[in-house]
């Protein structure tokens, strides 16, 4: 089945540091979702985009819905380290009921 | 509390066993989704439901089978049939196209474990 590419697959920053994350399709969406999951846990729902080009934050976390509507980003500003965990983008097309999940980002902050 | 509610958190099967995985919803959505998460993947769609009494299979369906009897109850079962079933399992729902946000909500998942 598809999955989006999700990239970067992991990452290593410094607390305090901004951290970005892209995902991508080859078809176009009418809705994209950000995800965080904590080990053992379910996903958690972050930000919901339903528009071209819409900026939509969540506290610390922006994540902006690509013009083309085949991409999407997730920005995290001065991370802390409770924002370990991974995270991964979700598409859908219109005109379905299926979720299309990106593979995920690890995301690691070193005190 | 509005939510997803899956059991078990855990459960161990022996070979050629079938297991049921239960997952309830409180929501009053109309669709609700079954997905397979291997370590370091990400979620692969086993079936989904857009409304009682139908279900589609996703892209991993083999060996799996589902039921939707209530709108609120959407369980999984693993037959034998499946071969490598050792995954951690999420149930997740959505209001439903017509009416839809496009929100996906989770349940906290069931890890199984064959012997």
């Known amino acids: 089945g598809q999955q989006l590419n999700q990239s970067p697959q992991s990452m290593f920053i410094q607390e305090g540091e901004d951290v970005s994350m892209n995902c991508t399709s080859s078809?176009?969406?009418?809705?994209w979702l950000w995800y965080k999951q904590d080990p053992g846990e379910g996903p958690v729902l972050l930000i919901a985009l339903y528009k071209a080009g819409e900026l939509t934050s969540n506290g610390r976390l922006t994540a902006q819905f690509g013009i083309t509507r085949k991409d999407s980003f997730l920005n995290i500003s001065a991370s802390i380290p409770s924002d370990v965990g991974i995270y991964f983008c979700a598409g859908r097309a219109s005109g379905t009921y299926k979720y299309i999940f990106g593979t995920g980002t690890r995301l690691k902050v070193l005190a | 509390d509005g939510g997803i509610t899956q059991s078990p958190k855990y459960l161990f099967r022996k070979e050629g066993q079938n297991v049921t995985l239960s997952c309830e919803q409180n929501?009053?959505?109309?669709?609700m989704y079954w997905y397979r998460q291997d370590p370091g993947q990400g979620l692969r769609l086993i079936y989904y439901s857009q409304i009682v009494n139908d279900f589609q299979k996703g892209d991993i369906a083999e060996g799996y089978s589902v039921s939707r009897e209530k709108k609120e109850s959407f369980p999984l079962t693993v037959t034998s049939a499946q071969k490598n079933p050792t995954a951690f399992y999420l149930c997740a729902s959505s209001l439903g196209q017509v009416r839809s946000t496009g929100e996906l909500f989770f349940g906290e998942g069931s890890r199984l474990t064959v012997l």
């Open positions: 078809s176009i969406f009418n809705t």
């Open positions: 929501l009053n959505h109309d669709a």
